[in-house]
């Protein structure tokens, strides 16, 4: 069994920075694509991050310039860093990572359980 656990948010005012962190745990063979999304109430989730297991990222054009993902392969975590946070951030984020498990062999795409920010105005 594969567990994303994630955890950093919180409530944070405009302009303030907040970092997430998201743990994978389990029978990982390998570690590939990881990303953040989010997803604000009333609308649909959508991609804020991703990073590959060669450290290519790609961003959504909103966060761009504010929020920077990055992972630490030995340790099976990937993070975002949020600055300059603005109340169209608020949001629960989700971990999201492509990966294969041992014994026998077999992809999984796996999600967290999501973790709150929110940034008042």
């Known amino acids: 069994q594969v567990q994303l656990v994630e955890s950093g948010g919180g409530l944070v005012q405009t302009g303030g920075s907040l970092r997430l962190s998201c743990a994978a745990s389990?029978?990982?063979?390998?570690?590939?694509?990881m990303g953040w999304y989010r997803q604000a109430p009333g609308k649909q989730r959508e991609l804020v991050a991703t990073i590959t297991s060669g450290d290519s990222t790609n961003y959504a054009d909103s966060v761009k310039g504010r929020f920077t993902i990055s992972r630490d392969n030995p340790k099976n975590t990937v993070y975002l860093q949020m600055n300059s946070l603005k109340p169209e951030d608020t949001a629960v984020y989700y971990c999201n990572a492509h990966l294969v498990v041992a014994g026998p062999s077999r992809y999984l795409e796996v999600w967290g359980q999501g973790t709150l920010v929110t940034v008042s105005s």
């Open positions: 389990g029978n990982i063979f390998s570690l590939n694509a």
